[in-house]
């Protein structure tokens, strides 16, 4: 069979941070802060879908919309997912986030419950292909010694989107402003403004050069590569060092579903459990609570449609915060020990605060705090799963790894949860809610063993060496520089 040798993955390993990293983290990173404004403007819009004259939701309905969005959003990574180990990362980026301005607009535009619920689905299905697309892209770029903090940091920007949406229903929505039934249309609207601007931005992203090379394109992946080098030196008058590890690739055709399977059954046991295990509890934890926590403040507390941005803005900024801080860790004290430790102090202070809430010792302020302080440490957690899945596969089945995870533990943990909550939180019994978030803390809890006994240390090691190409004539043993 015929072979190439190649040492792209070294030279793309060695490189310094430069401003060709910093634009794919702002040009692919664009992808959280939307899918963070989405579900955000569902959670914080959820009083004025109920009050608009002429949706006029019920909370089960709010519930049963926020389903069909992450069922959009399944469905999108599946399909989107596996075009983009065939077609490759950079042409799924326009066609999933043209689907996902349509989409959003066009829930703006909703005239029932129907309308509304399918545009949610069809919006979800761009996010999740995006989703697909982007963490292959971005794991496939990034300097292994960088990599950690910086997916965590990317998926944790998910709440500057949160944040965002947070300030503008605080505006849209002030009584008088605006006519009941515009305020959230607008709002709505807001996420295709922000993604036409992107647009712009990523007509300067390279396609991945690791795709390339695994489909024989090496040529065009050097191409890239000395383009990017080049940027590089230029910017710092500095050469670079020198790259040391070459891969040997056999040529190969697309990989089919059934290689797909058994690369996940057959070769990867283990770190599937994990996937599944890590990605599934904390859909479950997230989806439960931020998706109807608009509806615990204005059932339990009192609070009004208009005011339900002031809560939700804490939310986000510990959300974003425990990411950005937090992430420097993953790559030094490791990937085994960060992520079971933020997933088990997750799911013990969920107990804790749970059973304050039982009580009746907290108020909208007071539950609004623990909740920042328990995802400054549960973003973490959750940013850490998508990482742990998007660099333990081979490269080849990549993003269709990624989709297939992201389906499963949103299917097993996520879409149920909004749908179960609406209707705890409809009973206006304070303990029946207990017992939902008690069952997100005992997930999170699993999911801390589960990182623990199966684990990988994946920490400033190149993918490749992680987990080898289906195309790979022999093991890549490269010797990566782990400097800052």
Known sequence: METAETDIPARLDRLPWSAFHSLIVVALGITWILDGLEVTLAGSLSGALQDSPVLHLSATQIGAAASTYLLGVVGGAIGFGWLTDRWGRKRLFTITLGLYLVATAATACSWSFWSYAAFRMLTGAGIGGEGTAINSAIQELMPARYRGRTDLAINGSFWVGAAMAAASTLILLHPGRLPPDVGWRVAFGTGAVLGLGILVLRRHVPESPRWLMVHGRIGEATRI???????????????????????????????????????????????????????????????????????????FYGIGAASIGWYLLPFALGNFTGPLLLGHWFDTIGRRPMIAGTYALSGVLLAGVAAMFGAGLLDATTQTMAWSVIFFFASAAASAAYLTISESFPLEVRAIAIALFYAAGTLLGGVAAPWLFGHLIASGERHQVVWGYLLGAVLMLGAALTELVLGIAAERRPLESIAAPLSAADPYLPAVGTGE
């Open 225 to 299: 590569v000395d383009e990017i080098e080049a940027r590089i030196t230029a910017s710092t008058g500095r050469p670079l060092p020198l790259a040391q590890g070459t891969l040997r690739l056999i040529a190969r055709g697309h990989t089919s579903l059934r290689e797909v399977a058994r690369t996940l059954i057959t070769l990867y046991p283990r770190r599937t459990v994990l996937g599944i295990v890590l990605i599934a509890s904390q859909a479950f934890f997230y989806n439960a609570i931020f998706f109807t926590y608009a509806l615990v403040l204005r059932r």
